[in-house]
């Protein structure tokens, strides 16, 4: 069992930048990929990055790619995002989740574990 705790969210101008963090608890951490996902309003959720276990291998969105950063520490049982050169469409409530693989997964379903999530606001 993995119990997750965003926060960092807020609101934040266009080109400005914001770092969220994730809380974990729970046996399963260090051996779990982590992602971060988003939901901006009205739409489907979607997947932001990844990070594998080790924290060697990490993935992102097209839309996001040299923009965010995702890092853990499982010294701590967090996992961060850096998010920076924001934009109004990157405005969502973001998610962090658990997988039960090691290795980096995109797909949604395959996480276990998910955060009450927090919400980022980029205005224009």
């Known amino acids: 069992q993995v119990q997750l705790v965003e926060s960092g969210g807020g609101l934040v101008q266009a080109g400005g930048s914001l770092r969220l963090s994730c809380a974990a608890s729970?046996?399963?951490?260090?051996?779990?990929?982590m992602g971060w996902f988003r939901q901006p309003p009205g739409k489907e959720r979607e997947f932001v990055a990844a990070i594998s276990w080790t924290g060697g291998s990490t993935d992102y969105a097209e839309s996001v790619k040299g923009r965010f950063t995702a890092s853990r520490d499982n010294a701590k049982n967090t996992v961060d995002l850096q998010m920076n050169s924001l934009k109004p469409e990157d405005t969502a409530v973001y998610y962090c989740?658990?997988?039960?693989?090691?290795?980096?997964?995109?797909?949604?379903?395959?996480?276990?574990?998910w955060g009450q999530g927090t919400q980022v606001t980029v205005s224009s």
């Open positions: 729970g046996r399963t951490f260090s051996s779990s990929s």
């Open positions: 989740a658990a997988s039960r693989f090691r290795w980096i997964v995109v797909v949604s379903s395959q996480y276990d574990y």
